[in-house]
């Protein structure tokens, strides 16, 4: 039948929401129930303005229902439904249908459940509210004017009050098997994504992984060649300019790769800490020789304050903290404009042959705001973008920095 897929391709759907779905559900359930309500009215001779609440219910609720469907306007519907519940359908079966002696009590009880399903925010809170205070005023009145309710025989008591649990009993156990089985949808839907996103973050890692290696080697060839012309003895000034301009432009554009190799690798979960025996002296010294040039063309000075207690000799990956050490000297150095950059080392514990060393490096630069501090170690993320407009960067060499120290198990912080 096509309506009934309709229908099912509605509720199993996930173009329309979650809450969509629910009151469709719910809707179409109560509507069933109280249209088998209307058919044991008629056979058991139920009073005649209860069968007409019940006939315009099963009759109404559907035309409004489809009409917020139709229309894209299933929350409105939802509220209107909702009103119909509250000042029509209750007060209607409760005062002609016997009462609190009669089917009306456990509907009642569905309608606080339709309002907190179907219903959201200042809504809800409202109906709730007001659906309480109608029950309060219904039993009231039922108590202290008791001629206003149309009382049931015994036996119609009986033959409603449990048609009404059955009726409220089905719909209840329908919306919780609903929920389940829209719950175990969804769960297989988000692991489905996650696995596809996981693949897609593999595929790219690989891309970057590939692509960096296939682009570095001519960098490296371009590099080397024009190393070559800048020890040229003959070469014209022009050339030699020309020359340290793609030196300066080429070596850039290797680190860029570089960073973004590592990037791919760390999260690959293929980048590997190797510890050698190294020497202070000489890290301290090969950094000094690869910043000091920089600094001095910029004008700044280098400063390197080393503890003099510090051990000789360490064991750790060497090539790994002079990448941190290096990207951080950068860093100072690309965001200072005069003044001077400072590295500080010192061990800071020691135990045995365990020492903790802490390197500090400090600037007079222009310095971050402190609500853009929490974003400083994102992957591909510049702070203060339009003050920082005209110095180069892409935003990876702090995050690549921070994920290496983690590898070590260190820690950095900023102030």
């Known amino acids: 039948m096509k309506w009934y897929r309709s229908l099912v391709k509605l509720i199993t ?61 299933v929350e409105i519907a939802a509220k209107l439904v909702s009103m119909g519940i509250l000042f029509f ?125 296939e682009i570095r080697t001519p960098i490296n060839s371009i590099l080397g060649l024009n190393e070559i012309i800048l020890r040229q003895e003959d070469a014209s000034e022009e050339i030699i300019r020309d020359a340290g301009n793609i030196q300066g432009a080429g070596k850039m554009l290797l680190a860029l790769i570089n960073d973004i190799l590592d990037i791919s690798k760390i999260e690959a979960g293929k980048m590997e ?27 700044l000075k280098l400063i390197v304050e080393a503890d003099p207690y510090l051990p000789s000799e360490f064991f750790g990956d060497e090539v790994r903290i002079k990448q941190i050490l290096i990207n951080l000297l950068n860093n100072a150095v690309k965001y200072t404009k005069e003044g001077s950059v400072t590295l500080h080392i010192e061990a800071e514990k020691e135990s045995g042959n365990e020492a903790r060393i802490v390197f500090s490096v400090s600037d007079t ?22 003050k920082n407009r005209k110095i180069e960067g892409t935003g990876l060499g702090l995050s690549v920095v921070k994920q290496l120290v983690d590898l070590m198990g260190g820690e950095i912080t900023v102030d």
């Open 365 to 386: 630069g222009m310095g971050i705001k402190q609500d853009a501090l929490p974003f400083l170690f994102n992957a591909f993320q510049r702070v203060d973008e339009e």
């Open 89 to 213: 359908i209750m007060p209607g079966i409760f005062f002609f249908g016997g009462g609190p002696e009669g089917g009306a009590v456990p509907w009642l009880v569905f309608a606080y459940l339709y309002i907190g399903l179907v219903l959201a925010g200042r809504w809800r809170t409202f109906s709730l509210l007001v659906l309480t205070v109608e029950v309060v005023l219904m039993y009231y009145i039922a108590y202290v004017y008791p001629e206003m309710v149309m009382s049931h025989k015994r036996e119609t008591f009986f033959v409603d009050s449990a048609l009404g649990v059955i009726e409220v009993g089905t719909v209840c156990f329908i919306m919780t098997w609903f929920q389940r089985s829209l719950m175990r949808a969804e769960n297989q839907r988000a692991h489905e994504e996650a696995r596809k996103f996981e693949e897609l973050h593999r595929s790219q890692s690989r891309f970057f992984s590939s692509m960096s290696h």
């Open 13 to 73: 759907g996930s173009e329309r929401s979650l809450r969509d779905r629910v009151f469709i559900v719910l809707t179409v359930s109560a509507l069933l129930m109280s249209a088998v309500a209307l058919i044991g009215d008629l056979i058991y001779g139920e009073n005649l303005i209860e069968i007409i609440v019940l006939l315009i219910t099963t009759l109404g609720t559907p035309a409004v229902t489809i009409i917020g469907i139709t229309k894209n306007k």
């Open 273 to 299: 800490i190797v510890p050698v025996n190294y020497s202070m002296a000489s890290l301290i010294s090969e950094i000094v020789n690869m910043m000091w040039l920089r600094a001095e063309q910029k004008g």
